[in-house]
């Protein structure tokens, strides 16, 4: 990895494609410290520096790099998008005009690609009306703070958040697309990346400071344990063998080739785990904002808030294992591979085309899902895991979502700039 960006650098386009990267980076991590109008800086501060940030806003803060917390411009970050992507994806599913449009190729994408644009502003709108909503109330957005965030508030202050916020998630949004243009390509991937790696260093610091040295170590070394894991199962993958036979039209033959279908191990990525937790802060989102004593409400917020029990873990467990079967059931179509070998006269070794091919590749899938959902699972739990051992949940880096995200957009931009590099290794042949 490291050779091909020392390589990149060295070839002029290439180099200025990664300068414009990093520019759009720090850009981006400038406008997630610019508080949004009306919001009082130095409240804010004030209740970071003493309250728990873990919460129920835990996830999204994650993804925003810590700027939800901070009601910064770009407080939203790109979860509005991520979500509108989700869902037109899972529409693709459901709506036979979606799913006509993804067979159309480029212009098809484009048009979803647009569509996901319109459903990103809409949900803007909705989560940051719901967000200035919820920091209205000191207390309720920073668990533990009792400052006014948000000291003025009429409806003219309230309205100008809203739509700055939004106007915010739209710049993101075009940020992303601009390193996907003219950058080094995955551009919403580098913006997520972006904000978590940005805690990074104040979280390790934050357990050397609340355990000593010796944990601050320890976690280090299974931090890189970690990360060894996560790159040997990204990386994996089942091969199955396609032939292709061989055409005779006029003169020419084509095809009587052999390639591969490749099956990653973790064919549903970070997905899975984003699911899982959002379904399990609903219960304490409604608790919270119920304000109830009822005994179902004590139960929510002993079994739910910090996550710390066996309960929650096995239930966070089930939803992920469930969720990444759900989504590689709807991400890869057995029956459509089939019916694309079979037109292009293309076969697996050893079985019939058609019905067989189908259940094979089901099969396959269903095997090797399995132990991806178990993976999926266990690093989903290692922050739980952190807490018990080390007391530092909110503060472990190396764990669920944010190793996942970190790894996996680190392993794809290495790979696009092999590519380019490639490519221009090819031209002299090419002249």
């Known amino acids: 990895m490291l050779q091909a960006f020392s390589k990149a650098f060295k070839t002029p386009d290439l180099r200025v494609k990664i300068i414009f990267t990093l520019a759009i980076m720090a850009l981006f991590r400038f406008g997630s410290i610019v508080p949004t109008p009306g919001v009082s800086y130095e409240a804010v501060q004030r209740c970071l520096a003493v309250a728990d940030t873990g919460g129920l806003f835990g996830l999204i803060n994650l993804f925003s790099g810590g700027a939800l917390l901070q009601l910064s411009i770009f407080a939203l970050g790109i979860m509005p998008y991520i979500t509108a ?5 899972l529409l693709t599913v459901v709506i036979p005009r979606f799913e006509a449009l993804k067979k159309e190729g480029a212009s098809g994408t484009a048009k979803l690609t647009q569509y996901t644009r319109y459903l990103t502003i809409g ?3 909705l989560q940051s009306t719901g967000l200035i909503a919820v920091a209205r109330t000191p207390g309720r957005l920073i668990q533990g703070c009792n400052e006014q965030i948000i000291p003025v508030q009429s409806w003219n202050i309230l309205f100008v958040m809203v739509i700055v916020m939004t106007a915010g998630t739209s710049v993101v949004m075009w940020l992303g697309e601009l390193i996907t243009d003219r950058g080094v390509g995955n551009g919403m991937s580098i913006l997520i990346f972006t904000s978590i790696a940005a805690a990074f260093p104040g979280q390790l610091w934050s357990i050397r400071l609340t355990n000593g040295w010796v944990p601050f170590f320890a976690v280090i070394g299974i931090g890189l344990l970690i990360v060894a894991l996560v790159v040997l199962v990204e990386q994996s993958q089942r091969r199955i063998p396609v032939q292709y036979a061989k055409r005779q039209i006029g003169r020419r033959s084509y095809g009587g080739t052999s390639t591969y279908i490749p099956i990653k191990v973790n064919q549903a990525g970070v997905i899975p785990v ?3 937790s959002s ?5 304490s989102l409604v608790a919270s904002f119920s304000g109830s004593t009822a005994p179902w409400a004590v139960w929510i917020n002993n079994n739910f808030t910090l996550g710390d029990n066996a309960f929650y873990v096995t239930a966070y467990a089930l939803l992920v294992i469930f969720f990444c079967y759900f989504y590689v059931a709807i991400s890869f179509n057995p029956e459509e591979v089939a019916e694309n070998m079979r037109k292009y006269g293309g076969f697996i070794p050893g079985i019939r085309a058609g019905r067989p091919t189908v259940e094979y590749l089901q099969y396959v899938l269903s095997r090797i899902t399995a132990p991806g959902s178990v993976y999926l699972a266990f690093v989903a739990i290692i922050p ?6 080390f007391n530092a949940s909110a503060n472990f880096p190396f ?13 794809d931009t290495a790979k696009q700039i092999e590519s380019q590099l ?4 090819y031209e002299g042949f090419l002249r």
């Open 85 to 89: 992507s989700i869902i037109v994806q």
């Open 123 to 125: 949900l803007a709108i």
């Open 274 to 276: 984003i699911f899982a």
């Open 279 to 283: 379904l399990l802060y609903i219960p």
């Open 384 to 389: 739980i895991i952190a807490l018990i051992l």
């Open 399 to 411: 764990g669920g979502t944010s190793i996942l995200i970190i790894v996996g957009v680190g392993l």
């Open 422 to 425: 490639q490519q221009r290794s």
